[in-house]
């Protein structure tokens, strides 16, 4: 691709797009359109890359925003509502968002598409993340336009409010960390600076219609994940396993009190799904270099730039 081919990037201000940003500008890439609604999100990204296009805009709403799609070579597909307490949230950020994006590329006759979907479409779970990102998958699938569609498993990495990164500032603010029943609960976690370096690929690469399950190389088992947060970050905060009805409790009872808890009861349940996702080589396939897992983690807790910011949701 041409290094200044327009790019757009709906949901760019959340944990992928965020990182996406820095690699795409790695990579030598100069017209770049983000789209978000987050107001504070948005402010992180326009403190940190002021010289591309950024545009504030509910994705779920037809507007203005429809006309940045005018020229663009390639759309990198991100949004995405991860936790809510209820489902609205999940079918305007998800589905009907979709479906005014890919309305927007038939109209403008965009050639081609990268779909960030989710590793939840293989799931045993069931909740309202894993069925709207399924429809919002179908969605896309049912689309004219060239694609690629990446399931990524869960991922960390910088700018994460939620999953590890909510994790590490817990457990910084506690005096004891508590984990669920046994804890050896295996993860497939994808770093997201690799992951990004995939969406670049499949931009360049422009497979035809083609779905990857993008799962994390290593499998670590939850309890590890937190030693392993611990370790790098040099937390002193004993971990504790304590019964998993106890532990549902207290997410239940956390729940009450906020409007977007960061951990829900469905996570919990997610979690002890017993998931075990396939593992293509997708280090070979598009040529990204795998980061092993310890040493993800310490560049995403300890990077002097990036890991001091925390995004909103």
Request: charge should be negative; proline fraction near 5%.
């Amino acid at each position: 691709m041409d290094k200044n081919s327009k790019i757009l990037i709906p949901g760019a201000a959340g944990l992928v797009g965020q990182n996406l940003i820095v690699q795409l500008k790695n990579r030598g890439y100069t017209n770049l359109v983000a789209i978000d609604k987050h107001h504070d999100n948005i402010k992180v990204l326009r403190q940190l890359h002021p010289e591309i296009t950024i545009i504030e805009a509910d994705l779920a709403e037809h507007g203005e925003w429809e006309q940045s799609f005018e020229g663009a070579d390639v759309v990198l597909m991100l949004q995405a509502q991860i936790g809510a307490p209820t489902i609205d949230p999940f079918i305007r950020n998800n589905v009907t968002s979709t479906k005014n994006i890919l309305e927007v590329i038939e109209r403008f006759k965009i050639p081609y598409l990268v779909h960030i979907s989710s590793s939840v479409v293989n799931s045993k779970a069931e909740d309202f993340y894993t069925n709207t990102k399924k429809e919002q998958e179908t969605l896309v699938l049912q689309s004219f336009v060239s694609k690629t569609i990446l399931r990524p498993t869960l991922m960390y990495g910088w700018f994460d409010r939620k999953h590890l990164g909510w994790l590490s500032r817990f457990m910084e603010r506690i005096p004891v960390f508590p984990i669920p029943g046994h804890g050896r609960y295996m993860r497939q976690p994808l770093y997201e600076k690799d992951f990004c370096n995939i969406i670049i690929s499949a931009m360049e690469m422009r497979k035809h219609n083609e779905i990857f399950n993008i799962t994390g190389r290593d499998e670590v088992d939850y309890i590890d994940i937190i030693r392993t947060i611990k370790k790098v970050k040099k937390i002193k905060t004993p971990i504790v396993k304590i019964p998993y009805s106890l532990f549902y409790f207290l997410m239940w009872g956390y729940a009450l009190f906020s409007s977007n808890p960061p951990f829900t009861t469905q996570q919990l349940e997610a979690l002890v799904a017993d998931d075990q996702f396939e593992l293509i080589p997708w280090w070979d396939i598009f040529g990204v270099e795998s980061t092993p897992f310890e040493e993800a983690m310490f560049e995403t807790f300890n990077d002097p730039t990036y890991s001091q910011y925390v995004l909103e949701f």
